[in-house]
Every structure is written in structure tokens, then in C-alpha cells.
């Protein structure tokens, strides 16, 4: 499966005077974290979605990444959604939706998410996609969406159609987060302490 790795957005909420895939994150871009665990899980293709506000993010990914795999692609700009139906032209078979501030999300945990959808497509056959949550009760952020007792994080796996597609939820028991303010940023630091990443 592709991977459509989304860093066009304005990052408004953040409130500082940079792009927010170049947010440092320990020193190291925010989008660097998730580009690594998309390339070291069992994703083939990365195609990353930038726009007008993201130019230097587009220059930063043209600069640091040689890798075959890793595709950009330069949306229109006007909205996450918007920006998924345009870059669907790219795609002929399901891929899945990664935003790149997630900076927690790991190899292991997208592989587990490809394997829960395919197991869930053999119960399922109408299935076309993926909505991947966490419940609210254990979100350790500041939560922007909430859908009932979950926090979507807005990573989905999507069939390239440009329709309301079947889809269902997808629980992670994973200390995942969005960084959409500079006090998630500091969450993320610590859980990646947490984890002796190497930075």
C-alpha cells in the first residue's frame, strides 16, 4: 500500500512564525519523524502533499530526501480534505491518509493499522475505509475533533474514489497524538524520551 503523507496546511493553530512539518520536534523537523517511520514500515510509496504555505517544507523534502519512494506532490492548497481529493489522482488501489504531525506514530503501529484493515476487508467486503482513532478518555493532547468517545487522528485508509466511501473505525491503544499546539509539542518530546528514540 501507498501512503499520502499530508504537509500543505497552514498550521494556524500552532502560532509560531513557521511551517509546521519544519516545527522542531528534539531538534529535529516534526514531518522527518513520520517520513522515517512511513520508509522503515511495509508502506511502498510516500507521496507527500505541499502547497503554497509550505514552500520551504517542499524545499527542505527536495534537499533531505533522495529515496525513490518519496514523491511530492503540490496541491492546490485549500484544505486538508480538499487536498486528499485532489492527490487522488495518484493513487489506483486504497493507500492511507498520514498527517505529518504526528510525530509519536511508529513503524510498527502503521503496520499494525495496514494488517487491521486487511483483516477487516476479509470480514468485510463493501469495506473501503479506514478511520483511525484513539479513545478520548486516554488521548494525552489537547484534542481539536472529537467523535463521540474518540479522537480521530487523521490517519485513514481511503480507495481512490471521490465519494462517501463504507468506512469504520479503527481503535489504537497507542500514545499518539496531533501536534496542533506548542503544549502537544511538549507531550510528543516526552513519549519520545519515553521511548529512547534516537534523535
Known sequence: MD??????????????????PLLPILKKPMIDYTIHSLLNSKIE???????HYTKKTKRYLLEHYRD???????TPG??????????????SEPFIVVPCDIPT?????????????NTLRSQYRDLEALCVVVRRDS????????MGDYIPLGINILSPVNRAQVEKL????????????????EIAEAIIRDRRWEI
Open 3 to 20: 501512503a499520502l503523507l499530508m504537509a500543505g496546511g497552514r498550521g494556524t493553530r500552532l502560532k509560531v512564525k513557521m511551517e509546521k
Open 78 to 91: 485549500r484544505g486538508y480534505i480538499n487536498d486528499i481529493n485532489y492527490s487522488m489522482r495518484y493513487f
Open 105 to 117: 506514530l511508529t513503524s510498527k503501529v502503521i503496520d499494525n493499522i495496514l494488517q487491521g484493515y
Open 45 to 51: 510509496n510516500i507521496y507527500i502533499a505541499v502547497s
Open 139 to 146: 488521548y494525552p493532547g489537547s484534542s481539536t475533533v472529537v
Open 170 to 185: 479503527y481503535v489504537l491503544n497507542e500514545p499518539l497524538l496531533n501536534v496542533n499546539r506548542l503544549e502537544d509539542r
Open 68 to 74: 525513490r519512494r518519496v514523491k511530492i506532490i503540490d
